[in-house]
């Protein structure tokens, strides 16, 4: 195991002595300095596990210390060494950063007791930051594996039958052909079940906000309506847009936000009756644009409405078996306020919900 | 210009290259492919290609671009039109699904997402080949 480091900042002879004597048999290896720039030095020289230092020194004082300390390496910890005149200044550097604070004089005893603790302390931030840099290895990683593996067979099956629908072209009947279409679409639902996941776990989505630009709401719009089409025809849904122009443009990103829109179509569409009216407005407003979408479906309970945006949240009692992560407007709540804009909800249970996205308009 | 025009195809999966390669025969390529780097360099070192359908992960790693930079590095790979094949998404977030992506390792290159739709595919491989040979048609008119 490695040795413990300790480094020990005193201008007092006698109080280095006694601490080597101390800690000295303990097995701890110990340096001391006599000043703090010599201690700053030295701290960056040993990589300490542990640091004393006196709060009262020629040079640079206990309190200049410890906010260099900090700046230098956060995850330092440092422990005052006070006279009882000054333990009020002890607790203004353990607001500075100090970890704790040995008043003078003091026993062997407390020594030992307060240099345990502040080891431990030390070796609980260690475990800390190696568990920290873990999950943010897995979570970056998590986005490379998760392609590779998971989305590789499924791009194989949906290439083969993709080649398979082109070479069987005039050999199929229009039930085969239909079949056809509809494994590619549950292939096609499942990578996009994919990319979702892979949205929440590895993207930022604070990161869009590096590309914003000014962005015509109109066009988001057109683009979400396309997207949720096939679904409206095959429900037999008519989606009506009502875009009051002239609207001011919205500085944001236009594929998060036609993503946003089309979250809360699908789900309109999702949890509408058949032969029903989903309806969508745009309206500008003071420093804002106003989307609206209202549909006639089953609503949402009550209790339900403030966990609609929260992670894994998913409608109970759709009119089909609907599938679905639960993700989406979770997601859509996020992306809406990295554009600094806000999503509500509103709903009667059995007559219909209203989703609302405001966003800023780009001043 | 009506002579058959030759792909090449390097990608470990050899179900993935099924799949493609039988829209690309169907539209009347001569297609030929090789499931690691090491084959697809020597088929290219031997042969002339019209284009190539590169898979970007393969093996350990991201050996595709390692392919696809030394085609941009030997004078005369270069100017094969290369269509840059990949299953990694974040390298196309945030950009409208079709539209092209050019990753500028050689002269005539783009990016498409798997798997890739048969009229999306055939649409550029044709305009890649097109655009290479123009390219190149354009080189030799000014050194004339």
């Given at each position: ?363 | 210009?009506?002579a058959q025009k030759q792909l090449l195809i390097i990608d ?8 493609i390669k039988?829209i690309l025969v169907?539209a009347n390529y001569k297609v030929d492919a090789a ?5 697809g360099?020597?088929a290219l070192?031997?042969k002339k290609y019209d284009l190539l359908l590169l898979d ?11 392919i696809a930079?030394?085609l ?5 790979l270069r100017n094969l039109p290369v269509l840059i094949i ?19 390792f050689v002269t005539v290159d783009e990016l498409v997402?798997?798997?890739v739709?048969?009229?999306?595919l055939l649409d550029k491989v044709a305009t890649l080949i097109k655009t290479a040979e123009a390219k190149a ?8």
């Amino acid at each position: 195991m490695q040795e413990t480091r300790i480094l020990i900042i005193d201008d007092e002879e006698v109080v280095l002595d006694s601490c080597k004597m101390v800690l000295g048999p303990a097995g701890y290896k110990l340096t001391t300095a006599s000043n703090g720039t010599a201690g700053l030095g030295l701290v960056r020289e040993l990589q300490p596990d542990l640091i004393f230092v006196d709060l009262k020194m020629p040079g640079i004082s206990g309190f200049e210390f410890l906010e260099r300390l900090r700046a230098m390496d956060p995850n330092q910890v440092a422990i005052v060494i006070t006279g009882y005149a000054t333990v009020n200044s002890a607790v203004e550097a353990m607001k500075k950063g100090a970890y704790d604070f040995l008043p003078k004089p003091f026993t062997p005893d407390e020594l030992r007791l307060i240099t345990k603790r502040g080891l431990e302390k030390h070796r609980l931030l260690q475990e800390a930051i190696v568990l920290r840099r873990e999950k943010e290895m897995l979570r970056e990683n998590f986005a490379a594996i998760v392609s590779h593996e998971l989305k590789s067979p499924l791009s194989a099956l949906q290439q083969n039958l993709f080649g398979l629908t082109a070479e069987l072209e005039d050999k199929l009947g229009d039930e085969q052909k239909a079949r056809l279409e509809r494994m590619k679409g549950r292939l096609d639902d499942l990578l996009k079940l994919i990319h979702t996941w892979l949205r929440v776990f590895s993207v930022d989505v604070n990161k869009i906000k590096e590309q914003f630009q000014p962005v015509a709401v109109a066009s988001v719009i057109t683009r979400a309506i396309e997207n949720v089409l096939p679904h409206t025809t095959r429900k037999n849904i008519e989606l009506t847009s009502d875009v009051r122009e002239p609207l001011p443009p919205v500085m944001g990103d236009a594929v998060s936000l036609i993503e946003v829109l089309g979250n809360i179509l699908n789900n309109a569409v999702k949890y509408s009756h058949p032969q029903t009216k989903i309806q969508l407005t745009a309206a500008a407003e003071v420093g804002a644009v106003v989307i609206t979408v209202r549909d006639n479906g089953i609503g949402i309970a009550k209790e339900d409405l403030p966990r609609v945006f929260g992670d894994f949240y998913r409608g109970k009692g759709a009119p089909q078996m609907e599938s679905g992560c639960g993700m989406g407007l979770a997601i859509s709540r996020r992306i809406v306020e990295a554009h600094g804009g806000s999503i509500a909800v509103e709903s009667e249970p059995g007559k219909g919900s209203q989703f609302t996205v405001r966003l800023p308009a780009k001043t | 210009m009506s002579a058959q025009k030759q792909l090449l195809i390097i990608d470990d999966d050899p179900d993935f290259v099924d799949g493609i390669k039988s829209i690309l025969v169907k539209a009347n390529y001569k297609v030929d492919a090789a499931y690691n780097p090491k084959d697809g360099w020597a088929a290219l070192e031997n042969k002339k290609y019209d284009l190539l359908l590169l898979d970007v992960m393969m093996g350990r790693g991201a050996e595709g671009i390692m392919i696809a930079r030394k085609l941009g590095k030997d004078a005369r790979l270069r100017n094969l039109p290369v269509l840059i094949i990949t299953s990694i998404r974040e390298q196309m977030a945030f950009l409208f699904p079709g539209e092209a992506v050019h990753p500028h390792f050689v002269t005539v290159d783009e990016l498409v997402e798997k798997p890739v739709e048969p009229k999306m595919l055939l649409d550029k491989v044709a305009t890649l080949i097109k655009t290479a040979e123009a390219k190149a048609g354009h080189l030799a008119e000014a050194k004339k």
